[in-house]
């Protein structure tokens, strides 16, 4: 029964900030011990993680985007936000938001469908 859902602008202009928000339901964004992560799929590429925001508020990026990425959440809403920022067109992609629960294994529970942004001018 546990449901994400990405919204946000389909097409962002090169140096505008790129801003998603993930909706969840029937799982609390609060709740042990669950991290809840963006990931993003270029078009012809891979999944590449972005990053991540705990049960307890904390946050991790990958190396490569930490500079110019910020994840934050409303827990009245049980939501989570991607905001990047200074966007170019190499960050076009599928960005996904998803549930990770505490593990000895590294996976992913649930998925949100995915949702297409383009940065171009």
């Known amino acids: 029964q546990v449901q994400l859902q990405e919204s946000g602008p389909g097409l962002v202009k090169p140096s505008q900030t790129l801003s998603l928000t993930c909706t969840v339901s029937?799982?609390?964004?609060?709740?042990?011990?669950?991290?809840w992560s963006w990931i993003r799929q270029p078009p012809g590429k891979g999944l590449e993680w972005i990053g991540v925001?705990?049960?307890?508020?904390?946050?991790f990026y990958s190396p490569s985007l930490k500079s110019r990425t910020s994840i934050s959440r409303d827990t009245s809403k049980n939501q989570f936000t991607l905001e990047v920022i200074s966007a170019t067109p190499e960050d076009t992609a599928v960005y996904y938001c998803?549930?990770?629960?505490?593990?000895?294994?590294?996976?992913?529970?649930?998925w949100g469908q995915g949702t297409q942004v383009t940065v171009s001018s």
């Open positions: 998803a549930r990770v629960p505490l593990s000895d294994r590294p996976g992913i529970d649930y």
């Open positions: 029937g799982s609390s964004i609060t709740t042990n011990y669950y991290y």
């Open positions: 925001i705990a049960y307890s508020g904390s946050t």
